[in-house]
Structures are given as C-alpha cells and as structure tokens.
C-alpha cells in the first residue's frame, strides 16, 4: 500500500501538467489567498469528477483523479469516427440562461446552436403529415394532461407510476398516438425514465434553468477537455473497493494498487453503485444503501444514421413519428440544421432502450430505416451508422437517473450525503435539483469540492 502508487505506464495515460504551468491554479490563489493542504482521490473522470477536481486543484490541494475507462468524460463522448463530432452522451445544455456549462462552454470557446422545439414536422403511423393545427391542439391536450396528473398525485395514498396513473384518470390519453408521442418524447426523454416507472408524485420535482436548449455543435467534450487541464487524471484505472475512517480514505483499483489519501470523492454513476461492483468498508449506511436501491436509472439510446443526400426537409430541426411503441425512434434530430453533414439521429428510451440492446446494429438500422421509409419513402440505405448501448456499458449502466416509483427527493439528498468526514458523494444522481444533467453532475462536484476544502481548512 503506497500513497499515490506511481503509474505503470505500459497501461495507463497520465494527463499531468505540472501545477505551476496550470492557469487555473495561479489564479485561484491569487483570488482564494492561502492553498489548502490535503490529498484527495476523485473517483471518476465525468463532469462531476472534473468540476470536483478542477475546483481542488485550483485550491492547492494535490488531487488524483482515477477513471475506468481510456478517456476522461464519462457520459460525455463525443465521437469524430463518422467525420463529425457527434455526443454518444450529453448533447444539450438544458437552460442554458444562469446554467453554469454556458459559462464554462464560453470559455472553452464550443460553438452553441440554439435548438428550436417548434421546428418539427410530424407524422403518423402511417407516413401521413400530421397537420400544425392539430400538433397544437394535441401540445394543449398534453400539457392540460400533465396538470391533472399534477392535481391527483396529492390525493393519493400512496406512489404510482405514471402510466397507472394514466390509465385511472385519463386512459384515451393513452391510446391516442400524437400523446403517447408527447408521453415519450417530453417525459420520457426528459426524465430517463418510461412511463410505466416514473413516479406520478415526484416525476416532476427537479429544477430547471430558463432558456430555449443549446447543442455542443463542435462537441461536448470541449467542456470536459477545458476542465481537465492540468488535472492528474489516471485512466484505466477501475476502482474497486473504498474504505474509509475518521482520519483518512484507501482507494483500492482492480489491480491491487492502493491511494491513500486525506479524502475522497465517490463519483460513480449510480448505476455502477447498484452492482455493487466496488465495494465500501465500513459498508454504507443503511439511509444511503436504501437510497441506492430506490432510485432507478434510465436508458437513454441514440442511433446516428449519414447519408449521401438528405431526403428529408434540411431546414427542419426535428421529425416527429408516431411509433406504436413508447420510447421507439419516435424523434429524429437532423444534423443539417446545424452543419452540412446529412445525418438524422434518433432515440430509444428507457424500456424499449433497454430491447434495443439485445439487437445487432444490422437489425436496429434495418428497423430505423423502415420507419424512415414510413415517414420518407424510398430511402436508401445510409452510409454509415452509430449505435450506442448505455445500459449495457459497465462504467455507466444506463442513461441517467429519475423518480421512480417509491422514490422522493429526500432520496436524492440521501444520495448526495457524506459519509463519515472524509467520503463525499457527486454525480448527477445526487443532485436533488439537478438530476440527470451535465449542469447536475457540476454542481455536485462543486458541491462536494467546497465541502473538502472547509475540511482541509479546519
Ligand atoms: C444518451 C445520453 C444523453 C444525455 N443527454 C444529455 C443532455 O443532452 N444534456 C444534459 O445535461 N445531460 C444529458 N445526459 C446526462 C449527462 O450526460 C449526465 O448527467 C452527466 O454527464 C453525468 O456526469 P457524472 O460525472 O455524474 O457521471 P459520469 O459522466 O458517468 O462520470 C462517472 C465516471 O466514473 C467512471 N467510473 C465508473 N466506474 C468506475 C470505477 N469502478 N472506477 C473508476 N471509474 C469509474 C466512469 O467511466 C465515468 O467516467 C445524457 C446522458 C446520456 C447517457
């Protein structure tokens, strides 16, 4: 066992600047006084675990961050393999107005593209355009919907899905095609989660910033890469046991290496927390285990389809489809609204998300094309196709997290809870505001930064 256990280069990529050469270092000290003496390991190289990083490092304290993956980013990635950078992750900046990723975007100088949610053509089951008088009468039934579910939640005893809710108080509005449209592509995507989990008390209990949502049109990872400089981060680095005490943290990864340091910060993806892959001594308290347990992860799946001509309407933004499967490809972006690429990128949610999976890339590009050919027609066969598998990924297993049945906000607070003095907890899971955004994850890690440094300071 030996703090901070020098690398084995033959497997590891080390991102290390020296903390003199770091920008960021010489100006927190100029502007917070006195560095704050402290090892800490980060667990985690995703936003939480940057923002964390990064706010310590620029405090003085000598920080390590240790990731599982051979990239820093987390469940942001962006992939330039199809010759443009396209998020397999984190797209948007939700609310950019007040966000905190506006101005760290600024800074990192990513290019922003205002989405427009009005700019969608729609059209249903059978390829048929569903005309804009009737999208937005179906927009007002859907909303006045969500108040009624709003209004009954109180008056119940106890939890229930969405979709039971649903099927008591208003069950047309579960065989009609142009809500179930709205039930997946607004509240499913929004939250994570399908209908038939999703809380109808608490699906609703997050916070959200103003403003029309913007894409990372030249990548997301701007962001995390303009974060990590200077960090010590370790890649392929998979913890897997953490144990802890009043006076100091060990770090244990797969290979039997142990850091040792004054504190850490859990940043694992909730998911990862419920395999119980990485193990705690003392085990967690019960309060945190229950909440562990409670609050569910969604899938969240896109397909990214290139094409040598756009067969579609290049200057709309979104096309709608009327899927007779909740959370199925009911939602295609169209890349060329913001670049010259000819690319539509749709979705699979949750439940169907996790079907998805089971399939081969042939089998899902054969069934998307055959829903474009519905909305189309003839379309030929794209060029080039990417498939990502959220649930199925080891270092994230799923999308992100939502209120599930059963689950209140009280269990995200649980979620964010230190345990003992020197074991914090960030991610977007424990962001009872923010849950299941980039800005959630960075708030949390700031969060849990600013906990640390009063710690040091002590
Ligand atoms: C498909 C998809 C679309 C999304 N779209 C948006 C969007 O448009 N806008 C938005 O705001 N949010 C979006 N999100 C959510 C957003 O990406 C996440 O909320 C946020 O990135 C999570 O950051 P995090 O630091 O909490 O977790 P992560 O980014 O998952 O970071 C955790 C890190 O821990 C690492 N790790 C896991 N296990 C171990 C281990 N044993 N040892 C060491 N390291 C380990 C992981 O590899 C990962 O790098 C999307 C997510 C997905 C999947």
């Given at each position: ?35 704050v003496?402290g090892?800490v390991?980060v ?5 939480a675990g940057?923002a964390a990083g990064?706010a310590l490092?620029?405090a003085?304290v000598?920080v ?180 802890y005490?009043?006076?100091?943290v ?11 340091a004054d504190a850490a910060i859990v940043t ?145 607070e649980?979620l964010a809870a230190p345990v003992g003095k020197r074991l914090r907890f960030a991610g977007?899971?424990t962001s ?11 708030l949390s890690g700031l969060r849990e930064a600013t906990r640390i440094k009063q710690l040091l300071s002590a």
């Open positions: 066992m030996k703090p901070f256990a020098l690398p084995r280069f033959s497997r590891r990529h080390f991102l290390h600047v020296l903390a003199t050469c770091s920008p960021f270092l010489a100006l927190a000290r100029s502007v917070a006084g006195r560095p003496a090892k390991v667990i985690g190289a995703g936003m940057l990064r490092a620029d003085g000598e390590k961050v240790l990731e599982a993956r051979d990239y820093i980013g987390g469940r942001i990635h962006t992939d330039r393999s199809l010759g443009f950078p396209f998020d397999l992750g984190a797209a948007w900046i939700h609310g950019p107005e007040g966000n905190p990723i506006t101005e760290l975007a600024t800074k990192a100088k990513g290019r922003m593209f205002v989405t427009d949610d009005e700019s969608v053509l729609m059209y249903d089951s059978r390829g048929q355009v569903v005309d804009g008088p009737s999208m937005t009468k179906g927009e007002r039934r859907y909303r006045d919907l969500v108040k009624r579910l709003e209004a009954d939640a109180p008056k119940q005893t106890r939890d229930e899905s969405v979709a039971l809710a649903l099927r008591r108080i208003a069950p047309e509005a579960l065989a009609d095609p142009l809500m179930r449209y709205f039930l997946s592509a607004y509240m499913e995507f929004d939250s994570g989660g399908s209908i038939e989990r999703l809380s109808a008390a608490e699906w609703q209990n997050d916070e959200k910033y103003p403003g029309k949502d913007v894409l990372m049109i030249d990548g997301y990872d701007a962001v995390t890469n303009w974060l990590a400089q200077g960090l010590d981060i370790q890649t392929e680095t998979i913890v897997a046991s953490i144990a005490d009043d006076e100091h060990s770090v244990t990864d797969t290979h039997g290496e142990t850091y040792e694992l993806p909730l998911g990862v927390l419920q395999s119980g892959g990485v193990t705690f001594s003392p085990g967690l308290p019960a309060r945190k285990r229950e909440a562990i347990a409670r609050v569910r992860v969604g899938v969240v799946n896109k397909v990214c389809l290139v094409f040598g001509q756009p067969h579609w309407d290049v200057k709309t933004q979104y096309f709608g489809f009327q899927s007779s499967v909740m959370g199925k490809y009911n939602y295609f972006l169209n890349t060329r609204t913001f670049c010259d690429v000819n690319a539509l990128v749709t979705f699979a949610f949750d439940s169907y998300g996790r079907t998805f999976e089971q399939q081969s890339d042939a089998q899902i590009t054969d069934d998307v094309m055959a829903t474009l050919r519905t909305m189309f027609g003839d379309v030929p066969a794209p060029e080039r196709v990417l498939v990502t598998r959220w649930g199925s990924d080891a270092f994230a297993r799923g999308a992100y997290s939502f209120a599930s049945v059963g689950a209140t906000r009280q269990d995200f649980s977007e899971h009872a505001a923010y849950r299941g955004t980039v800005h959630g994850a960075y």
